[in-house]
Every structure is written in structure tokens, then in C-alpha cells.
């Protein structure tokens, strides 16, 4: 029998963020072997991000039970926790969710791209642990594969999806496709914030960050970049900047018409306002030279990425719905690899050995004709061996049992 591949996971779909974050493993590497040493899995991988914590294993049985328990003492929770939080799947299941979640069906937002990577450091990681072997290897190595590929078929990765990558994007388009020479001003040191810096850290444009304390903006460069920059200097100053967002919940209009007319010295400067309440004079925008686009434009924008995502996701479940049957039967082919490999070992070993006293008898030959007999030994041997190789391994995905324990007997090593 193949291994069973069973999944449990608390995701996003069951549970709240913060009740799901009580899930979540401190120490992965250390986890996975829990899960290898006291759940009986015999190999494990775990995908944890911000949205899912997901255990996947594989073993000749499972026990959920001891799954749980385990989950429970490493994440220090009582057993009861996991009631209507976890889900568990096994076997095909199993393997479509993971391909869904590496296609990016399974996410908040339909083709979601981080999460691929995601799944492709999770077997990275087992692979060093050393808790993943064959059937985890062999499934999310598919699995990361036809994540991209479908992607890239259905063009489901298309489109910025994230309000801060997008005012980013928005920024790049109107300076020429990329903010490379502008002075660029970040205000607000919270959650948006975050995402313009790392959209901003990714492309390598430097920038500055303003928050009302030194010490928060400070705190935020050193974990998302950028240089800090002192609150009260850019209040009267804009003008050294050419292209600013501002991303703050300031009860105020913080960027005035009146501070940006009078620091003006640039031919053209853009500010991008993602507050909500805004933060920035619409009469700005009547400044010659100024162009500013508030939030309504860009969640607009990502609202249409996110509708044209979803026009894809018919397509891409088709695709899954062909891969599923191909990764199945390449999860149970490897059950008969071990006997293929004995069924050769014993074909090479005869003809080496008869190789031998055929070049015995023909005692000194050049070098051309023992290679020649070497060659021609070796394809009589594979050409005969392929047709039971063949069978083999269709054996194995078809289940076929009863056809493996006999070439087992026949190829296998000797029974005590
Ligand atoms: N989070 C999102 O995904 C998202 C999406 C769309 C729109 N928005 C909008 O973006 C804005 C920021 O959201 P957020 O989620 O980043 O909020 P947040 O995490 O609560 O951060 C708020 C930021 O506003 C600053 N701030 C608060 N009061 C201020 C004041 N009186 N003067 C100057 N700065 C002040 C804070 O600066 P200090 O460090 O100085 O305290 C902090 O940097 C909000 O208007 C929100 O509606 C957010």
C-alpha cells in the first residue's frame, strides 16, 4: 500500500485571524519532528503563514487523535480548542488542497502570489529537518510546479491586488514606469504603511519615512527600510519631495494646499493619499504641476485586478481538475520504485556477471570491442526488463497489490 497523505489545517476559512493565530507553531522545524516522533506520521511538512497553519503527513495509517494531541501540546492549547477550527482531509483530498493552495485558489484573494513561495520554503525546510522523504518530496515539488504553472496559463497572477503595491505601481506608471531618481516621502508608520514600504524595499528605491515621533519611524526603517526623517522638517518642506503618500489616520488635513504652494521648487510632484478619512487638501490637486490620487482610485483599480482574478479561477480548476489523477498516480508509482530498482539491481548483476566470463573466454580484446559487448549487454538487459518495469509501476497506481507482492518475492531480497 502507498503511504496516506493526510492534511489538518486551521485556516482563515474556519477561524479569525487571532483565534487561528493561537495554532501556530513557534518553532516549525521542532514541530515537525514532534509530529514524525509523536503523531506516527513518517514524514511531515508544515505551511504556516498568516493565514493558514497547515500540517501535512504521510504514513501507512494516521491517527487523527494523536495528531491533535500533538498539535495541541506544541501550540499549548487544551484539545478542545480545535473544535470547529480544524479540518482534516486525506489522501485525494488532501492532494487537491494543497494544489489549490499553491495555485492560490485557497487564499483571501484568488491567485494570491506569496503563498506559492510559501509552500516552496515549506518543503525546503522539511527537506533540511529531515522530516519530508518520497511521497512529501514528490508531492510539493508537483505541487509548486502546477501552482506556477496554472498561474502563469490563466494569468491569475496578474494585476496588483494590495493597495500598497498598486499606489507604488500607480506612482512608477506616471514617472516613466519606475521612481528611480525621485525623492520619495513616506508619512504613516502603521499597517498601509507597510505595504508602500515593502512594495517600495522590493523595487530598491530608497525613501524617506516621517512618523510624529522619531522613534516609531525609526523602529518601522528598521524593520521595512527607508530612512527616517523628522515630522516637523516635511511638514514645511513637501517641496523636497516629488513623489509622497501619506498613509495616516490623522484626524486632519495634514498635507495643506497652502504648506505644498509654498515649499513648491519641483516642475511636478505626486501625492498619493490612502487615508480614509483623507489627509490631504483635495485643492492640492488645483496646484500647477501636482497630481493627486486619493484612495477611492487605487482601491478601484485593485477592486477590477480582483474581479478579473476571479474570471480566471473556472479555467484554473479545470486545469487542477487534470493534474489531480496525474499527481495521484505519480504519488502511488513510488510504491513500486523500491521493486523496480530491485527488479534491475538482479537484471544488471546477471549480465555483469555473465559480461565476465564471456570476456574470460575471449580472453585479450580491445578496448572497442569491450565496450561494444558492454553496450549491446546492457540494451538486451534494459529492453528486457522495460516491459515488467512497465507493468510494474502501472500496478502500483492502479493498486494493484497482488502483482507487487509477487515481483516483491521474485526481485525482492531473499525472506529469512
Ligand atoms: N490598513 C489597510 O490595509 C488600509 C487599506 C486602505 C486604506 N487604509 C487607510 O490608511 C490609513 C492608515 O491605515 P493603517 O491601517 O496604516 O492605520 P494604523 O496601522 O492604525 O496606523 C495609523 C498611522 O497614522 C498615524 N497617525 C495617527 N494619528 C495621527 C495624527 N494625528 N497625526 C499624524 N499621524 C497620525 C500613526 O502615526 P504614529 O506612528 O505617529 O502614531 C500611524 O502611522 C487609514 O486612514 C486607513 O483608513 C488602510
Known amino acids: 500500500m502507498p503511504k496516506t497523505i493526510v492534511n489538518a489545517r486551521v485556516t482563515f476559512r474556519k477561524s479569525p485571524i487571532h483565534v487561528m493565530e493561537q495554532f501556530t507553531f513557534h518553532n516549525v522545524d521542532s514541530a515537525m519532528s514532534s509530529f514524525c516522533n509523536h503523531a506516527e506520521l513518517d514524514e511531515c511538512v508544515i505551511v504556516q503563514t498568516c493565514n493558514r497553519v497547515e500540517v501535512y503527513g504521510a504514513a501507512d495509517t494516521f491517527n487523527e487523535e494523536k495528531i491533535r494531541r500533538t498539535w495541541a501540546s506544541l501550540a499549548g492549547l487544551d484539545r478542545d480548542a480545535f473544535k470547529g477550527n480544524i479540518e482534516v482531509s486525506k489522501s485525494t483530498d488532501a492532494l487537491n488542497h494543497l494544489l489549490r493552495v499553491a495555485t492560490g485558489l485557497d487564499s483571501m484573494v484568488v491567485g494570491e502570489e506569496q503563498v506559492l513561495g510559501q509552500v516552496r520554503s515549506s518543503i525546503t525546510d522539511a527537506r533540511k529537518c529531515g522530516t519530508s522523504g518520497e511521497s512529501l518530496n514528490t508531492l510539493f515539488d508537483r505541487a509548486v ?34 521612481l528611480e531618481g525621485q525623492e520619495i516621502l513616506l508619512i504613516g508608520t502603521g499597517e498601509l504603511s507597510t505595504l508602500v514600504a515593502k512594495s517600495l524595499k522590493h523595487h530598491g528605491y530608497p525613501f524617506s519615512v516621517a512618523s510624529r515621533t522619531l522613534h516609531r519611524a525609526d523602529a518601522f526603517c528598521s524593520s521595512n527600510g527607508g530612512e527616517p526623517v523628522k515630522f516637523e522638517s516635511i511638514l514645511d518642506d513637501f517641496g523636497a519631495y516629488s513623489v509622497i503618500f501619506v498613509a495616516t489616520t490623522a484626524p486632519y488635513f495634514m498635507v495643506t494646499a497652502e504648506k505644498v504652494a509654498s515649499s513648491r521648487r519641483r516642475d511636478s510632484t505626486m501625492i498619493i493619499d490612502l487615508s480614509n478619512p483623507r489627509t490631504v487638501e483635495e485643492s492640492v490637486s488645483g496646484i500647477e504641476g501636482v497630481r493627486l490620487v486619493n484612495l477611492d482610485e487605487i482601491a478601484g483599480i485593485v477592486e477590477r485586478n480582483v474581479k478579473e482574478r476571479e474570471s480566471k479561477v473556472e479555467d484554473a480548476e479545470r486545469m487542477l481538475t487534470d493534474e489531480l489523477p496525474v499527481l495521484e498516480a505519480s504519488i502511488k508509482r513510488l510504491e513500486a520504485e523500491p521493486i523496480v530498482a530491485g527488479v534491475f539491481r538482479h537484471a544488471d548483476e546477471v549480465r555483469r556477471r555473465e559480461l565476465a566470463k564471456a ?21 538486451i538487459m534494459e529492453e528486457i526488463v522495460a516491459g515488467p518495469i512497465e507493468h510494474l509501476r502501472h500496478a502500483s497506481e492502479q493498486g494493484d497489490d497482488s502483482t507487487l507482492k509477487a515481483a516483491q518475492r521474485l526481485f525482492g531480497p531473499p525472506a529469512d
Open 359 to 379: 570476456m574470460e573466454i575471449l580472453g585479450d580484446v580491445d578496448e572497442k570491442t569491450a565496450r561494444t559487448l558492454a553496450d549491446l549487454t546492457r540494451s
Open 145 to 178: 510546479r502546477v501552482g506556477a504553472r496554472v498561474r502563469h496559463a490563466t494569468g491569475m497572477n496578474k494585476g496588483g491586488i494590495s493597495v500598497g503595491s498598486m499606489a507604488v505601481k500607480l506612482a512608477e506608471d506616471a514617472h516613466g514606469r519606475t
